[in-house]
């Protein structure tokens, strides 16, 4: 590990351990087969829609003309019209191998049907990810100047991920409102990525 980080050093953005990130709990996204209105990352993401109208003049003005890149375990671009991208940081394909990727598609269209959505794959099948792949995923949401971002996901602050916290601020820094999930374990919002991050929209399910 030290001859990695020594070499590393001047080739990459950061040099840290890859630490996980998983899922925000499937459960308060998907109950009985419908996505639950209170949860997390999307009242968050409602808010978001509201309010960014104004600012971004230069791309559509309605929250429906919006582009929402999600980082999730992937969306089965087949299956939805909406996604105008696809990819995978993990080297796998693009289709969704756990179920809350769709679940937080099948919401965004709930609420903005015209929404265009970037599914950016960051977790897998068991809806486990790392931090580099989610760090992957913000950039290249921000090279594909998505409107916003949303991360229903979190991570127990540590070293390892702590790049996150600047890529989101980087992203914020160029316009993008990202959004995220507060946490599943009922501790305060401050101990986790993204709901730490203090540019980011975090709202926590009452």
């Known amino acids: 590990a ?3 980080y020594a070499y590393y050093a001047d080739k990459a953005d950061f040099v840290s351990p890859d630490a996980g990130i998983q899922a925000a709990d499937d459960a308060s996204v998907v109950e009985g087969g419908e ?39 992937g969306i ?23 179920g809350h990727g769709t679940g937080s598609m099948e919401y965004i269209l709930s609420k ?9 794959k960051v977790l897998d099948k068991n ?3 790392t931090a580099s792949a989610v760090y992957a995923g913000i950039r290249y949401a921000e090279e594909q100047k998505a409107d916003i971002i949303l991360m229903p996901l979190y991570a127990y602050c540590d070293a390892g991920n702590a790049a996150i ?6 992203a914020e820094s160029a316009g993008i409102t990202v959004v995220g999930a507060a946490g599943n374990d009922g501790n305060n919002a401050s101990y986790y ?7 980011a929209m975090i709202v926590g399910a009452c």
Do not use: W
């Open 127 to 129: 809806g486990i990810g």
């Open 35 to 73: 996505v639950k209105e209170d949860t997390d990352a999307f009242t968050a993401l409602d808010a978001a829609l509201d309010d960014t109208g104004d600012e971004k003049e230069e791309k559509d003005a309605t929250a429906a003309g919006k582009t929402i890149a999600v980082l999730d375990s």
């Open 76 to 98: 089965s671009k087949k299956d939805f019209d909406n996604v105008i991208d696809a990819v995978s940081m993990l080297g796998e394909n693009t289709d969704d191998d756990n």
């Open 112 to 120: 903005n049907p015209d929404a265009r959505v970037i599914s950016v």
């Open 2 to 4: 030290e001859n990695a």
């Open 165 to 170: 916290s600047e890529a989101v601020r980087e």
């Open 193 to 199: 990525i993204p709901g730490s991050i203090t540019e």
